[in-house]
């Protein structure tokens, strides 16, 4: 058995499953814990969107569909994206479904990617950007951007062209940002956007939360570089649809030709039902992000307020449903040791920062995803906690 796993593909051997998901285990088995560890919607889907997948099974929505996705679903994105954000993509040609944004994300980078190429990722960042781009055999070339308020400035991008120049292939932009909930305005992703206009690079934008943005709105690098960026979007965050699986890719035609191969060799075609469900909720819920959104915005100012008053630095979230939150100097500065002391004495769990990279040292993540209830009780015991510790 060593001889044959010695002969596994390096790049796989190498990667490290999620270390979100593996602090979050080994936090999950103390008794009465409050977790505010994991990025998903606590919402249902809407009740309109599970009734389409019903009626899909009922219907006997059971065969392989195109490869690119249902055309009225791709109508759908087209429309969606155009409607919310102004960004024009042709429903026949530059629209892809896809088996989650992951499968978006790794179906773009393999598209993109030769082995030894090098991709611009801010940091910190989600954990999978780096894995993705390491399986392929690319190399993340990491820009900590915490002095910043979590924003890829036109200076720092700059400089890293000006250290790997041709080398770099495309830049993975995530706003909002998990894991610091940062979203950019127009005049930071217009600088950014500058630095890459004539170059040969591509974006790769991950707006999976781009429904869930609190104040301003949300910027897409596909506005201003609309021929380089491949957009990355989904309705798991927007529908609290995470385990249906459908992500979305918008880019120009010649480059989706190229996506939607590898697209086919990777799935073939994303779940049929699941399409169903996303067609209802693009078509009729459009805006079923809202009450989630209000919800999620009243808990994020109670949850920074908390954090801020108890001497946390935090930059205010603008988007997403995280709080980034730099930990009091007269506390453990270690994360993952913070960490496991507050899940430990407290009974809530929190990520260290240390796992998001560089500049996520010194910091703890934390979801809201989570009831108002569980956030009351949460914050009453971190408080309760750090007095005890002063
Ligand atoms: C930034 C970001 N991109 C992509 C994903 C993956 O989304 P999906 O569940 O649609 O695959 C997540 C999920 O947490 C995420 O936070």
Do not use: C
């Amino acid at each position: 058995m060593d001889a044959l796993l010695q002969r596994i593909n390096q790049n796989a051997l190498n990667i490290q499953a999620s270390s979100i998901r593996a602090f979050d285990e080994h936090i999950s088995k103390i008794d009465g814990m409050i977790k505010l560890t994991l990025g998903e919607p606590d919402f249902s889907t809407p009740d309109h969107v599970k009734q389409a997948g019903i009626v899909a099974i009922e219907g006997d929505e059971s065969h392989y569909f195109p490869t690119p996705g249902s055309l009225k679903l791709r109508q759908a994105a087209s429309h969606f994206l155009n409607n919310k954000y102004q960004l024009r993509y042709d429903a026949n040609t530059e629209v892809i479904v896809t088996v989650g944004a992951t499968e978006a994300l790794f179906a773009s980078l393999l598209t993109v990617l030769n082995p030894g190429d090098k991709v611009v990722v801010p940091s910190p960042f989600f954990g999978m950007y780096q894995s993705m781009i390491r399986l392929i055999g690319g190399e993340p070339i990491l820009i900590d951007t915490s002095a910043d308020n979590f924003i890829l400035t036109a200076e720092k991008l700059e400089a890293a062209f000006a250290e790997h120049g041709d080398a770099i292939k495309a830049v993975l932009i995530n706003y909002p940002s998990n894991p610091t909930g940062a979203i950019w305005t127009e005049e930071q992703a217009k600088a950014v956007a500058k630095v890459l206009e004539d170059r040969p690079v591509f974006v790769i934008s991950d707006e999976v939360y781009s429904e869930l943005v609190y104040e301003g709105k949300h910027v897409s690098l596909g506005h201003f570089l609309p021929e380089q960026t491949i957009v990355i979007n989904g309705l798991s965050k927007s529908h609290a649809m995470t385990g249906w699986r459908v992500g979305l890719v918008f880019a120009k035609a010649p480059v989706m030709e190229q996506v939607t191969k590898v697209h086919q060799q990777l799935v073939t075609t994303a779940t049929s039902i699941s399409q169903e469900a996303a067609y209802e909720a693009l078509q009729n819920g459009a805006n079923d992000a809202e009450p989630m959104r209000e919800a999620y915005q009243a808990r994020r100012d109670f949850v920074y307020q908390t954090m801020t008053e108890l001497g946390f630095t935090i930059a205010k979230p603008n988007g997403a449903f995280y709080i980034f939150a730099r930990i009091p100097e007269d506390l453990e500065q270690d994360s993952y040791q913070f960490a496991l002391d507050v899940a430990e004495h407290a009974r809530v769990g929190f990520i260290p920062g240390s796992g998001f990279g560089p500049g996520g040292e010194h910091h703890v993540r934390l979801s809201y995803a989570a009831s108002m209830d569980d956030l009351e009780e949460a914050m009453k015991r971190i408080k309760e906690y750090i007095t005890s510790l002063r």
